[in-house]
C-alpha cells in the first residue's frame, strides 16, 4: 500500500502536530475538525509550529513554505476523506465521539482508506466494528511534541491485516517516526506500561516517607544512567495528570496511601499553580532544574 494523501480528524494538541509533521515530510494533508473556527485556529498553530521546526530541527524557511502547500482544510468530512489513502484519528479520548465519529467515516470514506486511531488509553478493538473495515485499522500512537519525540508506537489488533500493519509502519517511518511494531493489543502500549508504573512508584515511595523527591530521582539517575528521574518526568507531563490518575484510583480502592498522595499532591502543588514545567515550577523550578546541576549525582 502506497500512502500519499493522509487525512488527520481533529486539530487539537496532538491532531495538528501529526498533520504538520507529515505534510512537512511531503505527503498531501487535509486537515478536519468539527467547524472552521477550529481549523482557524490549526491555521494559527501551524505558523507557531514552523518556528519550533525552525529552532529544533533547523528547518529552512522554504522546507516550512512547502509544508504549508501540502496542508489543506475543511470540515466537511466526506468532502476531507474523499482522496485519503489513510485517516489519522486524534479526536477527544472520549469512546463515545470515537465511536460515532467512526459510524460517519464508515460512511463517508472510500472503500481504500485505511483507518488509525491515535488514542493513547482506548484499544482499537472498541472501534474496529464501528470503523465496518476491521481489517484496515489499526493503532498509531505518537508521543506529545512529535517533531522531537518521535516515538511512532504501530499497534494491531486482533483482525488487522499484516498488509495493513506493515503499511501504517512504513508510513511512521516515511514522516520521521521511529516507528515501534506492537503486535498484540496493550492498554498503554510499550511507553507507558514502562513509564506508568515507574512514575507511581516514585510517588508511592515518597508519599510513604521512604525517600525525599530528590534522592529517589537521584537513585534512577546514577543506577541507570538515565538523564532525568520520575519527579522530573512528572513535571515534564504534567502534575495535573499524575494528580487525575491517582485520584482515580484513590476512589477506585480506598488505598490510603494513593488518598495522602492526592491530598499532598493537591494541596502543596495544585493549588499553589505548581503544575510542572509548564508553569516553571513542580517538583522542581525552572528554567534550571536542580536535577540538572553538576553536582547533583554527586
Ligand atoms: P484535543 O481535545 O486537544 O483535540 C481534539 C480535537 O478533536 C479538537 O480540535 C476537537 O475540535 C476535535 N473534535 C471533536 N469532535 C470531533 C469530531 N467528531 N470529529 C472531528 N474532530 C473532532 O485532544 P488531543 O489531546 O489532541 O487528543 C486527541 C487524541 O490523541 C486522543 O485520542 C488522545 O488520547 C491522543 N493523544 C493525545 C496526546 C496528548 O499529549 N495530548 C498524546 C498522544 C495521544
Known amino acids: 500500500m502506497d500512502f500519499k494523501s493522509i487525512t488527520v480528524a481533529g ?37 507557531t509550529l514552523g518556528e519550533a521546526f525552525k ?32 485517516l489519522i484519528e486524534a479526536v477527544p479520548e472520549n469512546p463515545e465521539i470515537k465511536t460515532d465519529f467512526y459510524h460517519k467515516l464508515a460512511q463517508a470514506a472510500p472503500e481504500k482508506t485505511v483507518f488509525a486511531t491515535n488514542s493513547s488509553t ?16 489499526v493503532a498509531l500512537h505518537f508521543a506529545n511534541e512529535i517533531w522531537k519525540h518521535n516515538t511512532g508506537e504501530v499497534m494491531r489488533h486482533p483482525a ?11 508510513f511512521a517511518k516515511a ?6 511494531p506492537i503486535y498484540k493489543e496493550q492498554p498503554g502500549y510499550i511507553v507507558n506500561s514502562l513509564l506508568v508504573p515507574l512514575l507511581d512508584a516514585a510517588v508511592n515511595l515518597w508519599i510513604n516517607g521512604v525517600s525525599d523527591i530528590e534522592t529517589i530521582d537521584k537513585t534512577w539517575m546514577v543506577a541507570t544512567g538515565a538523564p532525568v528521574g520520575p519527579f522530573g518526568i512528572l513535571d515534564v507531563v504534567g502534575i495535573t495528570t499524575a494528580y487525575n490518575i491517582n485520584k482515580m484510583e484513590a476512589e477506585e480502592t480506598q488505598d490510603p496511601l494513593k488518598i495522602k498522595a492526592v491530598e499532598k499532591l493537591k494541596e502543596d502543588y495544585i493549588d499553589k499553580g505548581k503544575l510542572g514545567v509548564s508553569t516553571g515550577e513542580g517538583f522542581y523550578q525552572y528554567p534550571n532544574p536542580a536535577y540538572q546541576d553538576k553536582d547533583f549525582l554527586k
Open 11 to 47: 486539530s487539537g494538541v496532538l491532531g495538528y502536530q501529526i498533520a504538520f509533521q507529515a505534510a512537512y515530510h511531503g505527503f498531501i494533508v487535509t486537515v478536519y475538525d468539527i467547524n472552521d473556527e477550529v481549523l482557524a485556529k490549526a491555521k494559527t498553530k501551524f505558523t
Open 55 to 86: 529552532q529544533d530541527l533547523h528547518a529552512t524557511q522554504e522546507q516550512i513554505d512547502a509544508t504549508f502547500k501540502n496542508l489543506s482544510y475543511s470540515s466537511d468530512l466526506a468532502e476531507a476523506v474523499k482522496d485519503a489513502d489513510l
Open 122 to 137: 482506548l484499544l482499537p478493538s472498541q472501534f474496529a466494528e464501528a470503523t465496518g473495515r476491521p481489517e484496515k485499522f
Open 160 to 170: 488487522t491485516s499484516d498488509e495493513v500493519f506493515n503499511s501504517v509502519i512504513q
Open 175 to 180: 514522516i520521521g517516526m521511529v516507528a515501534l
